[in-house]
Nanobody, 115 residues
């Protein structure tokens, strides 16, 4: 079973930056894309950003212009550069990878934006 492991979370002040990373324990055969999702306490898990194997990206409106997704999708490596962080960005951030028939999730990394 493939495992995705996130890292890079932590506590940061409003206006600060963090870079999240996600690495797969082994290659996901025929991976189609990867993405970042987040879940704040008491809220549904929501999409943050995704990137396909061909490089197409998609962002939630709330993070456009502040966050940037990148990575080596074929190598199951994913990054999320987060700038101008706001308290409302506080959440557990999850990495997801998918093929046309399966999906894989990481355990999540906590991001807390607070002064």
């Amino acid at each position: 079973q493939v495992q995705l492991v996130e890292s890079g979370g932590g506590l940061v002040q409003p206006g600060g930056s963090l870079r999240l990373s996600c690495a797969g324990s082994r290659a996901i055969f025929s991976i189609a894309g990867m993405g970042w999702y987040r879940q704040a306490p008491g809220k549904e898990r929501e999409l943050v950003a995704t990137i396909t194997r061909l490089g197409s990206t998609n962002y939630a409106d709330s993070v456009k212009g502040r966050f940037r997704i990148s990575g080596d999708i074929a190598g199951n490596m994913l990054y999320l550069q987060m700038n101008s962080l706001k308290p409302e960005d506080t959440a557990v951030y999850f990495c997801k990878g998918w093929t046309y028939s399966s999906e894989y999730w990481g355990q999540g990394t906590q991001v807390t934006v607070s002064s």
